[in-house]
């Protein structure tokens, strides 16, 4: 059985809208050790997984025709490559699903990751970001948390500057991470950054080896709120969000769906992943939602 490797890339895996964003400019700030906010768009935290331009210059080899499957066959050795030739620390948002190939190997290969930084969001607020980041209606939005094949850029006839991103459900892209084998992971619920920052930040910093004085993490915290960052993207366009969307870091809030959802919305969540949401603590064994004031990060 395959196992962690120290020189490793860092995952930072979460399904879409849950705090991934956030969390890279958490990273940045503290690295950065600087009293001002870094700039949103100069996170260069590390290249996202399904960057075409990383994968194809690590394989060296032109990706362009080749079919999603053909390509999805080579992304192992690609990061594997690039774990042992990077050369440097740097934390890699992902959003594709933990899945595994025809030939039973996983996407993401244990051997070629130092640890995974799991970030999970209440899916009945992320049915609202999604809305947002989709310009889709929250019916459409509640469609694609449950839909087993959901992904991105998975179209046939223009070549995308990311690969096919595998997400499934939200349950399921959860699950494919809380239960992969031999990964080393710290999983993080968007909720315990927001209530308890300090916390929970310094868990994310400890797992990524990000070594940091209570001071400095309380500044890369501080400089990473969400007005902040609201301030930044008004004055300069956020680069990396869709080209339809008007404003990426919207709210930023817990528990906006109480304002947004329908009841029938709400139990349409609800029942689509009622054994996820019970096991992360979302809602209690009656289906009813809860507060989450008193959640922890969790290692698993």
């Known amino acids: 059985m395959d196992t962690p490797n120290d020189n490793g890339l860092f995952w930072l895996a979460s399904y879409p809208k849950s705090g991934n964003t956030w969390t890279r400019t958490f990273i940045a700030n503290l690295l950065s050790d600087s009293e001002q906010p870094v700039d949103i ?17 690590a394989l060296g080899i032109d990706i362009d025709e080749l079919s999603h499957d053909e390509v999805d066959q080579l992304r192992p050795a690609a990061y594997r490559w690039l774990a042992s030739n990077a050369g440097d620390d740097a934390y890699h948002k992902i959003h ?24 999970v969001r209440n899916p009945l607020d992320v049915a609202i970001s999604l809305a947002n980041h989709n310009q889709c209606s929250i019916d459409n939005a509640i469609e694609s948390l449950a839909n087993p094949v959901y992904g991105f850029c998975r179209g046939k006839k223009r070549i995308y ?45 400890d797992f990524l080896d990000i070594s940091a004085t209570d001071e400095q993490l309380a500044n890369a915290i ?9 301030a930044q993207e008004a004055e300069s366009r956020f680069k990396e969000a869709p080209a339809n969307t ?24 609800i029942d689509d992943h009622f054994d996820v949401m019970l096991e992360l603590g979302y809602i209690d ?14 290692a698993v």
């Open 41 to 57: 768009n100069a996170l260069q935290t590390g290249a996202i997984a399904s960057s075409r331009e990383w994968v194809s210059t």
């Open 96 to 119: 594709d699903a933990y899945t595994y190939l025809s030939d039973n190997q996983p996407l993401i290969p244990v051997d070629a990751t130092r640890g995974a930084l799991v970030i």
């Open 246 to 269: 008007q404003q990426f870091f919207r709210k930023g809030i817990v528990g906006d769906w109480q304002n947004s959802l329908t009841d029938q919305q709400i139990a349409r969540i």
């Open 161 to 205: 500057n990311q690969l096919r991103q595998q997400l499934l459900s939200w349950s399921a892209h959860t699950q494919s991470w809380l239960s992969a084998p031999s990964l080393n992971r710290l999983m993080v619920r968007y909720e315990d950054m927001q209530q308890q920052p300090k916390k929970t930040f310094r868990a994310i910093a």
């Open 222 to 230: 501080n400089n990473s709120q969400m007005k902040k960052l609201q």
């Open 285 to 298: 064994s009656a289906g009813n939602p809860t507060s989450l004031i008193d959640a922890e990060a969790i």
